[in-house]
Each structure stands twice: as C-alpha cells, then as structure tokens.
C-alpha cells in the first residue's frame, strides 16, 4: 500500500504560480512512477503530467506543456508539479497517482491505470 497526501492548492490570480507536492508513505516510493491528474466539475479527470521512478521519463499534456513541470525526491518520497502561468481553465482538483511503470502513450494518460490516489487539493485561478 501506498498512501499519497497532496498540498500545495489555494486560490491565484490568472499568471500567478503554484507548487503542488505529493507525500507518500507506505511501500517504497522510488519504485513507483507518478502522475499528476485533475477534475474540474463537470468534466472527466484529465492526466496533467508523468514521470517514472527514476524521474529520467516525463510526459506531460499539451495543455500545460511549457508551463507545468514535475519532478521528484525520491529521498523525501515526495513529487510535485511546479505550475506558471496559471490560466483560469486550469482551475480544478489536482490529484497524484502512483502506479507501476509507465508504458505507452495512453496507459500513462489513463487514470485507471493507476494504482494508488490522494485525496486531490483544489486549485482556483481567478481572470
């Protein structure tokens, strides 16, 4: 079992930045690969940004390519997505999951592929 705790979520202004972090315990961290996915209401969770254990792989969506970046400490069993240049249609609940590897284009991008969730923390971006 892995256990994933994200925070980091408030309220910006639309050009503003934020940094989410994803805390695991449990099992090892390193050996999992990671991803970032998100839900505004309404809609479909959507996958935001991958990367595998050893944080030499990261995909990302095209719709936050250039402004969103994830990495990860795997000595602080920890990942985050750096987020700039907030846009008010990225405004939604984050969520990390962790799952065994990363394979191909659509398995990464598949939530239900995933393995492991946190609880999500909401992100607003104010026009």
């Given at each position: ?35 970032w ?29 250039g ?12 990942v985050?997505?750096?987020m ?44």
């Amino acid at each position: 079992q892995v256990q994933l705790v994200e925070s980091g979520g408030g309220l910006v202004q639309a050009g503003g930045s934020l940094r989410l972090s994803c805390a695991a315990s449990g099992r090892t961290f390193s050996i999992y690969a990671m991803g970032w996915f998100r839900q505004a209401p309404g809609k479909e969770r959507e996958f935001v940004a991958a990367i595998s254990w050893s944080g030499g792989n990261i995909y990302y969506a095209d719709s936050v390519k250039g402004r969103f970046t994830i990495s990860r400490d795997n000595a602080k069993n920890t990942v985050y997505l750096q987020m700039n240049s907030l846009k008010p249609e990225d405004t939604a609940v984050y969520y990390c999951a962790a799952k065994g590897a990363l394979r191909s284009y659509s398995d990464r991008r598949d939530p239900s592929g995933y393995d492991y969730w946190g609880q999500g923390t909401q992100v607003t971006v104010s026009s």
